[in-house]
T-cell receptor, first 114, second 114 residues
Framework: GESVGLHLPTLSVQEGDNSIINCAYSNSASDYFIWYKQESGKGPQFIID?????DKRQGQRVTVLLNKTVKHLSLQIAATQPGDSAVYFCAENWVGGGYNKLIFGAGTRLAVHP | DGGITQSPKYLFRKEGQNVTLSCEQNLNHDAMYWYRQDPGQGLRLIYYSQIVNDFQKGDIAEGYSVSREKKESFPLTVTSAQKNPTAFYLCASSMPSGGTDTQYFGPGTRLTVL
């Protein structure tokens, strides 16, 4: 089956630096993507989403970029803070069979060092 | 976590016992979902419900059962038929609209089989 995956399982950055977390997807029919943040022992928290008719979307300190040509998604976090340390998941919203289904990657752990 | 609550936070089960995990939402969402998360892995869909009194199997439904008698509630029963039930269980809800379906997650229940 098709799946969403990640290039880097662990990313270590210095506080104040920018972070980039990457994600590759394989289902060209998917038209909606979501980034979630999951802190240890907690449920995933919605960060930002993007439709396939967009290339870029910005939030507060976060930007998501979508490159449909190479089926690549990235999450950029500006001025990374210790509170950003968590596991980040990209999810692909696969529509078909009469329902919406989110397909998650394994996640990338972001470690922010002071 | 929004308006989604899960209880209990921690649950211990003896082998051969059935246990029920609670999920309640006050977001007036039509759709609800149950996922299982194992260490270092992404989320896998157990069951989902698009509307009251209707639910469908996800990717790993064997050994689990659900009910959706009320819009606000989607309890998950882990039966003795589930061979490896120790995991982190996440409930989510959404209101599909216009091709997007952002799922919002509860805080999770960690189930351990003794």
């Amino acid at each position: 089956g098709e799946s969403v995956g990640l290039h880097l399982p662990t990313l270590s950055v210095q506080e104040g630096d920018n972070s980039i977390i990457n994600c590759a997807y394989s289902n060209s029919a998917s038209d909606y993507f979501i980034w979630y943040k999951q802190e240890s022992g907690k449920g995933p928290q919605f960060i930002i989403d993007i439709r396939s008719n967009m290339d870029k979307r910005q939030g507060q300190r976060v930007t998501v970029l979508l490159n449909k040509t190479v089926k690549h998604l990235s999450l950029q976090i500006a001025a990374t803070q210790p509170g950003d340390s968590a596991v980040y998941f990209c999810a692909e919203n696969w529509v078909g069979g009469g329902y919406n289904k989110l397909i998650f990657g394994a996640g990338t752990r972001l470690a922010v060092h002071p | 976590d929004g308006g989604i609550t899960q209880s209990p936070k921690y649950l211990f089960r003896k082998e051969g016992q059935n246990v029920t995990l609670s999920c309640e939402q006050n977001l007036n969402h039509d759709a609800m979902y149950w996922y299982r998360q194992d260490p270092g892995q992404g989320l896998r869909l157990i069951y989902y419900s698009q509307i009251v009194n209707d639910f469908q199997k996800g990717d790993i439904a064997e050994g689990y059962s659900v009910s959706r008698e009320k819009k606000e509630s989607f309890p998950l029963t882990v039966t003795s038929a589930q061979k490896n039930p120790t995991a982190f269980y996440l409930c989510a809800s959404s209101m599909p609209s216009g091709g997007t379906d952002t799922q919002y997650f509860g805080p999770g229940t960690r189930l351990t089989v003794l």
